[in-house]
């Protein structure tokens, strides 16, 4: 929790990110909940499986629409948090999550 209050997960990496324009989406990965299964790296190569702590992680965290699907896959199939997953896939632009969006409407379901 920051001194102010919540952090919104939203602007976590946007005061050193490329300009919306290139990348327009971004992974919030939330780390301290990935077990380590390792799916995300199986259909992303976005994603690599550190084998000596047995977590991924993204190799980019800004991405544009070449990289967009299987940067939605390795969301969807991440099976951590009950399959709500731990990977994030969110447009820059509306800050509507993309992937998982377990709740169907767009709002960011990391949950810090």
Known sequence: MAEDGPV???TIGERDAPPVEEK???IIFEANKCFGAGKCA???????LDLS???AKPRAYFIDEDDLDEN?????ICPAKKDRGVIHVVDRRTDEEIAPD???DGTLSVDW
């Open 102 to 104: 377990p709740n169907g």
């Open 8 to 10: 919104d997960p939203a």
């Open 53 to 55: 702590t047995g977590i």
């Open 72 to 76: 939605v896959r390795a969301a969807e």
């Open 24 to 26: 327009p989406y971004k």
């Open 42 to 48: 199986e259909v992303s190569d976005n994603w690599k």
